[in-house]
């Protein structure tokens, strides 16, 4: 199981990316662990993108490209992109119906990643976003998200927020 996604939020997880028809897109990998369980539970592909740089919020976390593709060996539909986030937006080109946010925690980089991916999720798509619900219910850890997602359950109106499930907040894109 992935290490610092919790039994239930990666049970979310897969709920979701089961429905994906078109493609699935994670930001942070890390050691690649999600990512395995992503890709193995849905029929599409699963794209992964990571620096593999010390995390943002804790230097002491940093994935390697060799547990990436331990923990994903085998796995046809599975390409990790070792990279920025935003240097792959621009060179996109392909439409996903789900993406799951886990890199850079800062505010800023959260919503740079929203706001770069978000025109590739089809209508009907889901987003989630990980460390994200501490005001609702979630555990205290990271302020970037959660006041990122807390701000998009307020204001933006292309979107239904679905549940908040520990720290994973989730939502459809309606148009």
Same mark, same amino acid.
């Given at each position: 199981?992935?290490?610092?996604?919790?039994? =239930?939020?990666?049970?979310?997880?897969?709920?979701?990316?089961?429905?994906?028809?078109?493609?699935?897109?994670?930001?942070?990998?890390?050691?690649?662990?999600? =990512?395995?369980?992503?890709?193995?539970?849905?029929?599409?592909?699963?794209?992964?993108?990571?620096?593999?740089?010390?995390?943002?919020?804790?230097?002491?976390?940093?994935?390697?490209?060799?547990?990436?593709?331990?923990?994903?060996?085998?796995?046809?539909?599975?390409?990790?992109?070792?990279?920025?986030?935003?240097?792959?937006?621009?060179?996109?080109?392909?439409?996903?119906?789900?993406?799951?946010?886990?890199?850079?925690?800062?505010?800023? =980089?959260?919503?740079?990643?929203?706001?770069?991916?978000?025109?590739?999720?089809?209508?009907?798509?889901?987003?989630?976003?990980?460390?994200?619900?501490?005001?609702?219910?979630?555990?205290?850890?990271?302020?970037?998200?959660?006041?990122?997602?807390?701000?998009?359950?307020?204001?933006?109106?292309?979107?239904?927020?679905?549940?908040?499930?520990?720290?994973?907040?989730?939502?459809?894109?309606?148009?």
């Amino acid at each position: 199981m992935a290490r610092l996604i919790r039994p =239930a939020e990666l049970d979310c997880l897969i709920k979701y990316v089961k429905k994906a028809v078109l493609g699935v897109v994670e930001i942070g990998t890390l050691d690649g662990e999600t =990512a395995c369980c992503l890709a193995q539970n849905t029929g599409v592909h699963c794209y992964s993108i990571d620096p593999l740089i010390p995390d943002s919020m804790d230097s002491e976390v940093i994935g390697s490209e060799e547990s990436v593709l331990k923990n994903t060996k085998g796995l046809s539909n599975f390409t990790f992109i070792k990279d920025y986030s935003f240097n792959v937006a621009p060179r996109w080109d392909i439409e996903v119906d789900f993406v799951f946010f886990d890199g850079d925690h800062n505010y800023e =980089a959260v919503k740079k990643d929203f706001e770069d991916w978000f025109p590739f999720i089809s209508t009907g798509g889901y987003l989630a976003f990980h460390d994200s619900g501490a005001n609702r219910g979630g555990p205290e850890r990271w302020h970037g998200p959660s006041q990122f997602t807390d701000e998009l359950i307020g204001s933006c109106s292309n979107l239904t927020y679905i549940e908040t499930v520990e720290s994973l907040t989730v939502f459809r894109k309606e148009v």
